[in-house]
């Protein structure tokens, strides 16, 4: 299954590379997977099993993710969060929301719940409020409440959170014009990648204000995170 869209993979400072890779492929080699979650390539040695975005690209980009391919994206998502620790939330996160497409499967929430638990090194009061609650904006509301008690945490990580909460909660709710409108601090803020997710999401999902989109993108385009050509 070809990309509805090309998938920008990040490779230093603002250059940017595009791939137009068949999902299938990549998702039958799983060699293919460990180089394309590698940030831009630069380490050939050492897999760099926690960057998820290329890797999480075709939940976003395709509408029919074929179950062999979903299945391992899952599996991928979940070895790459296991491989995390609380200073960096981006990766636990980003395997939530692959595993929140695919929520008809009961199995797929259970690997979510055990991924938390995995992550939090089995707390009992984050993993007993997880088992009581199957709604994955809730997941990462109390992923998020937890995080904020942590002090030691940079106010980096917690904006990040907070730009994953959005993805979740615009992908499962109707739409909220506030919501979208502080995407534009995000994108001002450099995480182009989270916010041309969830400008995808809005698309998709969403009769989104298209002035309010046609903005966001043209702030993006502006930072030089992609050409118009890309975000059009």
């Not at 809730?138 to 904020?148: D, G, V, Y």
């Amino acid at each position: 299954m070809e990309p509805r869209f090309r998938v920008p993979t990040v490779v230093s400072g603002q250059k940017v590379y595009f791939f137009t890779k068949s999902w299938k492929a990549v998702c039958d080699n799983e060699d293919e997977m460990i180089k394309l979650s590698r940030p831009g390539y630069r380490n050939r040695n050492e897999p760099n099993l926690t960057t998820l975005g290329p890797i999480a690209a075709p939940v976003f980009f395709n509408y029919n993710v074929p179950e062999k391919c979903a299945d391992k994206l899952a599996n991928f998502a979940l070895s790459a969060g296991q491989r995390s620790d609380l200073a960096t939330v981006g990766p636990l996160t980003d395997a939530l929301i692959c595993l929140s497409f695919f929520m008809p499967d009961s199995s797929y929430r259970d690997r979510a719940k055990h991924l938390c638990g995995v992550f939090f090194g089995g707390k009992h009061d984050v993993y007993e409020l997880l088992e009581r609650d199957d709604d994955y904006r809730s997941i990462i509301s109390i992923l998020s409440n937890h995080c904020l008690a942590d002090e030691s945490l940079p106010q980096e990580n917690l904006e990040q959170l907070q730009l994953k909460y959005f993805i979740l909660d615009l992908a499962t709710s109707r739409d909220d014009y506030g919501k979208w409108k502080a995407l534009m601090r995000f994108a001002e803020r450099g995480y182009y990648w989270d916010t041309l997710v969830l400008i995808t999401l809005g698309e998709r999902f969403h009769n989104v204000n298209v002035e309010l989109r046609k903005r966001l993108i043209n702030k993006i385009v502006h930072l030089g995170w992609c050409s118009n050509v890309y975000c059009s």
